[in-house]
């Protein structure tokens, strides 16, 4: 296939004109779970629109589906029109990959839901729509689409030129929702002045700037006139600051308003942090930095098991790899190929399962059983509770993670169970892909920090627990897991994804992973 710079992408039969015996002509559907016909009313446009029976709850057998080819660097603004009958059922959107949703409960008018794709490779793509049930769903009910388009393809500008920023270059990202004009914002520092606002969006939008910002306190503050924030129902709206890779605060899921602060300025330690978190730590090494740390990131704020749905709904989402907003896993994210599974946020949580795929939980990546069970804090802190398959996670049991030399299973993305190998140790253990190791190697050093006072007694809670644990609170770990955890630190280091949901965490309990902000860290102490 040979594609031209000036390509636009070409929605075939969008306006669900031509029909042969009751489908439209160039969509497909999958399975039985829906049926089509076309009807002359309502209309959003045209002569005709499509009827879309829904006759199932099993979303795999819902999506109507056409393949179109996009040309590399070039954005697409795709949309659709929706109209509900019952309000029982919801439209999502499917542009290589999920994404918004509709509105169930507007029912009897049309309304627009729409995505701006960027694509990253000259390719052929998936474009389409599923229907997934809400509270309510009698097992049959009627949607109506039409007018399923994509407007012209633009190219990005090219970068701006080098700022000559002398003080912090703030970056500022801004994506809408559906209904761009209920927000507005605005960026004051810690005297009170409104340095920056915004408002008068378009629909789905997305808004960069670079701000020059002396050293100071600043409070961020975004409205929604309606009361439903940016994300997640109508649409995948966010809005992140950043300075120096390293994101300062981030959000999207808020009711009428969300306010949060950031500082800027020099930590004084080995390297830059926005929040000067560490001062106190600087120049120290060892143990008693790790004691240091300990006291600085010791007194978070519980915020409790249930609470850690809301997180992973907001912020444990794929915008890194396909970027399609599905809930990332890492024990079936495949970070170079297409995911053979993808998890819808809140829909997909377990839940009870059957096998790979049919539900994401929340995992422990430090077994609860190795700190005695459902207690707090630990049990609830965020910071090594990552979202996970059910299956999966119940594979991985409470093993000690490490390297697999013979495998008893492997999940769809490579991860494995099974004889340990190499690594001074014997027993059972779970290996995560090597893009994910790093992670997981942080987070045990953050629990042995953050829990240095109560670790030692957690040596005899668990036999695995006790593999792993050498009954201290100072090194904490047997030498096999540290040597381990030092090389997966090494070879997987800390990325955007981290760092993000680092920022994250901080701003949901109250304190950070001083090893994601300092990798330095590690080798001073261990």
């Known amino acids: 296939m040979i594609f031209s710079a000036g390509s636009q992408a070409q929605i075939n039969n969008g306006s669900f004109e031509q029909w042969q015996y009751d489908r439209p002509s160039n969509w497909s ?18 002569q005709t629109a499509a009827a879309i029976t829904v006759n199932t709850a099993t979303q795999g057998n819902t999506d109507l589906r056409q393949s179109i080819a996009v040309v590399a660097g070039q954005t697409y603004d795709f949309s659709t029109w929706v109209y509900h009958t ?24 049309w309304q627009q839901i729409s995505y701006q794709y960027k694509a990253s490779t000259s390719k052929n793509i998936e474009v389409g729509l599923r229907f997934y049930d809400v509270t309510g769903f009698d097992g049959s009910e009627v949607v109506y689409i039409d007018n399923y388009s994509t407007g012209n393809a633009t ?6 030129p080098p700022s000559d920023c002398q003080h912090n270059s703030v970056s500022f990202t801004l994506k809408t929702d559906n209904y761009a004009s209920e927000t507005s914002w605005q960026l004051a520092n810690k005297a009170g002045q409104i340095i ?54 981030s959000g999207g899921q808020f009711t009428n308003q969300e306010q949060k602060q950031f500082t800027l300025g020099n930590d004084g330690g080995n390297g830059q942090d926005p929040t000067g978190y560490y001062a106190t730590a600087a120049g120290l090494t060892g143990l008693a930095l790790k004691s240091e740390l300990h006291a600085i990131i010791k007194n978070h704020n519980n915020q409790g098991y249930g609470a850690l749905w809301s997180f992973i709904d907001q912020h444990e989402r794929d915008r890194y790899f396909e970027k399609d907003n599905s809930v990332l896993d890492r024990y079936s994210e495949q970070p170079t190929n297409s995911d053979a599974i993808n998890f819808v946020a809140v829909g997909d949580q ?4 059957r096998g790979e795929g049919d539900c994401y939980n929340r995992e422990h990546s430090f077994p609860k059983s190795w700190f005695g069970g459902k207690v707090e804090p630990m049990n609830s802190d965020v910071h090594h509770i990552v979202a996970s398959d059910g299956y999966v996670n119940a594979k991985r049991n409470s093993f000690p993670f490490g390297e697999v030399g013979s495998a008893s299973y492997t999940s769809s993305n490579g991860s494995k169970v099974g004889s340990a190998s190499g690594i001074g140790y014997n027993g059972t253990v779970f290996e995560p892909i090597d893009a994910f190791k790093g992670d997981f190697a942080r987070i045990y050093f953050y629990m042995a920090t953050r829990y240095e006072n109560v670790i030692a007694s957690w040596h005899n809670k668990s036999s695995y627990g006790s593999d792993v644990l050498n009954g201290t609170s100072g090194l904490v770990y047997e030498t096999w897991v540290i040597n381990m955890l030092k090389r997966w630190h090494q070879q997987d280091p800390v990325d955007e994804i981290e760092r993000a949901r680092n920022q994250a965490a901080y701003e949901y309990q109250g304190n950070r992973n001083p090893y994601v902000d300092h990798p330095e860290f590690v080798d001073l102490i261990w």
């Open 350 to 353: 377990c839940g009870s399962y």
């Open 196 to 249: 920056k606002n915004g408002s008068g969006y378009s629909n789905n939008q997305t808004v960069t700037d670079t701000l020059c910002l002396t050293d100071d306190t600043y409070t961020f503050t975004i409205f929604d006139s309606y009361g439903d924030g940016i994300c997640c129902s109508q649409g995948n709206g966010r809005y992140e600051f950043s300075h120096n890779g390293q994101t300062l605060i």
């Open 29 to 46: 559907t999958i399975d039985s779970g829906i049926t089509t016909s076309p009807v002359t009313t309502p209309v959003q446009a045209g």
């Open 155 to 160: 190219t990005p500008p090219p970068p701006p």
């Open 86 to 109: 019952e309000g029982r059922v919801k439209a999502r959107l499917y542009i290589d990959g999920y994404r918004g949703y509709s509105n169930p409960q507007l029912t009897a008018q």
